[in-house]
């Protein structure tokens, strides 16, 4: 029997499940979603090897505020506990592994909207304008090192992956070159079309 794994791009799929449903989605969510993909008439008689969920834990430290110098705490907000949450639930998963990047915290810098404001209309800076500096680094990466991976070992037929990080074409590219079928899914997300080229099917999930 051939058998399939499902790569989940976790920045990408909680900003995407976010639209959808207005509000942070739960471990639930992520699960039934890799249900939908696995039940997808593409994968008939293909079993599951695993689905793979690429994240990186929330920065949970405290800072100080460059401009009112409060301190800053980010493991008491919500999307410290709402990540955190989610995180330890798929570890501990029937059939999911989840895969770390890194959280990468740059300091501060102005926000967008306050940089276009005072741009038009040049003011003093204030504690609002000010917000964390903070990154994601080698989700990526891991992703395309596990596609690389499976390909080469064979230990799967086909690869499905969640996603909508033109980065990842390179990777797409190499999967194919080594025998493996690659599917896309997008969650309804303008992807570039380079993405869509060098798979062999996106599926409509």
Known sequence: MSRHTVL???????HKLQERLKRFPLPADIIALAAAIN??????????LRNYFYHARPLGEAVTHPVNGNTVNFAT???????TSLLDHLE????????????????????SKAL??????????????????IQQKGVDLRIGLDMARISLNRNASTIVVVSGDSDLVPAFKMVRTEGVRLYLVTLGHGVRR?????????LSI
């Open 116 to 133: 276009k404001d005072i741009t038009r209309k040049p003011r003093e800076i204030t504690d609002r304008d000010i917000v964390p500096h």
């Open 92 to 111: 501990v998963e029937e059939n999911f592994a989840v895969r770390y990047g890194d959280t990468v915290n740059h300091g501060w810098k102005i926000g």
């Open 77 to 83: 907000s919500h999307t410290y506990k709402n990540n």
């Open 39 to 48: 039940a997808d008439a593409s994968l008939s008689g293909s079993a599951l």
């Open 8 to 14: 989940l791009d976790g920045g990408f799929v909680i």
């Open 194 to 202: 380079e993405m869509k080229v060098h798979v062999d099917r996106t």
